[in-house]
C-alpha cells in the first residue's frame, strides 16, 4: 500500500536561512512525488513534482526538493526563506502502477520567523 | 482565467440535514476528486471521477454522495448519514490518467461546513 509520512507537524526557521521539509514514502514500484502548499482557507498550490531523471527537482517560489530511491525520501528545500514561505506542505505520492490517485502526507507547518 | 470553483466558501448544516457542495471547473479536466481535510490529518479521498456519469469511491465515502453529469461539475452532497461533517472540503481536477498520470491535481479554495 501507498503511505506517505512527513515526520514533524511545526518547522520553524529564521528568514534568510535555508529551510528543508522532510518527507519519506513508501509505494510498489517507482514513484510519482509531489509538493503542495496550502495557505489558510485556501486550497492546496502545485509547487514541484518528481517524476523521473535528475534527482533534484526545480519548482515554483524558489523550492527545489531532492528525490533520494535508497532513503525513500523527497525532502523539500529553499536556499534563503521568506517569511511569506510561512504555510502548510504536503508531500504526496502517486502509484505508478494503479490508480492515479494521491496519497497526501499530514502536513507540515512552516513558520519563517523575521 | 481557467480554475475551480468551489461555493460556498461556508456551509452550516443542522442535524439531519443533506447539503451539497459545489465544484466547478473551465480546465477542460477529465477527472475530477473530492477529498476532505481535518487538522493533523491531511487530505483524504471520498469520491473521484474519471469520466462524465462515472465514478469511484474513495478512502472514506460513507455518508456522502456524488454525480458527475457534466464534465465541468462534480457536486457532493454530505447525507445526514455523516455524523461528522465538520471539515474543510476540497475539489480538485487533473487531465485524464491515461493522458497525464504525472500531471498535478489542481484544487479548489474550498468550502468549510459546521454544524449548526
Known amino acids: 500500500a501507498q503511505s506517505v509520512a512527513q515526520p514533524e507537524d511545526q518547522v520553524n526557521v529564521a528568514e534568510g536561512n535555508p529551510l528543508t521539509v522532510k518527507c519519506t514514502y513508501s509505494v510498489s514500484g517507482n514513484p510519482y512525488l509531489f509538493w503542495y502548499v496550502q495557505y489558510p482557507n485556501r486550497g492546496l498550490q502545485f509547487l514541484l513534482k518528481?517524476?523521473?531523471?535528475?534527482?533534484l527537482v526545480k519548482g515554483s517560489y524558489g523550492f527545489e526538493a531532492e528525490f533520494n530511491k535508497s532513503q525513500t525520501s523527497f525532502h523539500l528545500k529553499k536556499p534563503s526563506a521568506l517569511v511569506s514561505d510561512s504555510a502548510l506542505y504536503f508531500c504526496a505520492v502517486r502509484d505508478r502502477t494503479g490508480a492515479n490517485n494521491l496519497f497526501f502526507g499530514t502536513g507540515t507547518r512552516l513558520t519563517v520567523i523575521p | 482565467d481557467g480554475g475551480i470553483t468551489q461555493s460556498p466558501k461556508y456551509l452550516f448544516r443542522k442535524e439531519g440535514q443533506n447539503v451539497t457542495l459545489s465544484c466547478e471547473q473551465n480546465?477542460?479536466?477529465?477527472?475530477m476528486y473530492w477529498y476532505r481535510q481535518d487538522p493533523g490529518q491531511g487530505l483524504r479521498l471520498i469520491y473521484y471521477s474519471q469520466i462524465v456519469n462515472d465514478f469511484q469511491k474513495g478512502d472514506i465515502a460513507e455518508g456522502y454522495s456524488v454525480s458527475r453529469e457534466k464534465k465541468e461539475s462534480f457536486p457532493l452532497t454530505v447525507t445526514s448519514a455523516q455524523k461528522n461533517p465538520t471539515a474543510f472540503y476540497l475539489c480538485a481536477s487533473s487531465i485524464d490518467v491515461g493522458q497525464g498520470i504525472n500531471q498535478p491535481q489542481h484544487f479548489g479554495d474550498g468550502t468549510r461546513l459546521s454544524i449548526l
Open positions: 480546465l477542460n479536466h477529465d477527472a
Open positions: 518528481y517524476i523521473t531523471g535528475d534527482n
